[in-house]
């Protein structure tokens, strides 16, 4: 998913810096509103910082040399916390990664935090909100999400670098990161699904805290 520094002409990487930093701000914003609100939370947001660290640094490399295939571990943060403030969360991950890891880059940070923190956390939020409502079961519920996010992720990079190549190209981008990316989010969507059993069993409160997972929910998994 990371594009490697010097990857995108200058207009497109600053197109996507000029996105996300729209977006940083809001979720700033609305970090600080749920920090305050219920400082609870924060054990809970240093979990899922620290997901999007671990499973975002197993970087494998990628048939598009432009790029990288890896799990995002934004599964937990999405649908704990929102699009938004994971994607601040992944900024500050990703930002390490390319001034440290060499993992990435800094002018395409724009464009890898838009993919990585906000597309695909956003597509996984909203189906996740969706199939509550259904009384779906919270395990596949949560596998989905994750899965999504994961996946969603890499369907933005591939349009991403299609729009600055020729979107001819995005059949080949989508092709050749499906190889690599659906078992990835195969396996992260099972981690993911893995961790919040876990959570709810020691800590279900910070879950309840959060309108991540109802009582009743929380109470299932602690069967």
Known sequence: MHI????????????????????LIAGIIQLNKVVRK?????????????FIFV???????SPIAMSSSHPTGTGLSAITFGPAITAVM?????????????????????????????????????????????KFNIYVTVFIAAFVADLATYVMTSFQLALAFGLETLPEFLG?????????????GLI????????????????????????EQVAKMNE
């Open 4 to 23: 490697m520094e010097g990857a995108l002409p200058w207009e497109w990487a600053l197109f996507w810096w000029g996105l996300t930093i729209i977006i």
């Open 38 to 50: 219920n400082r609870e939370v924060l054990p809970l947001l240093a979990v899922s910082g620290a």
């Open 55 to 61: 499973l975002s640094s197993l970087k494998i490399p």
């Open 90 to 134: 992944s900024a500050i991950v990703l930002l390490f990664q390319a001034l440290l890891l060499a993992h990435g880059g800094l002018t395409t940070l724009g464009a890898n935090c838009f993919s990585m923190g906000f597309f695909g956390p956003l597509l996984a939020w909203l189906i996740y909100k969706a199939l509550q409502k259904t």
């Open 176 to 188: 050749i990161f499906a190889l690599t990316q659906i078992p990835l989010a195969v396996l992260e």
């Open 192 to 215: 993911i699904v893995v961790a919040v059993k876990f959570i709810a069993k020691v800590k279900g409160e910070f879950f309840i805290s959060s309108g991540t997972l109802s009582e």
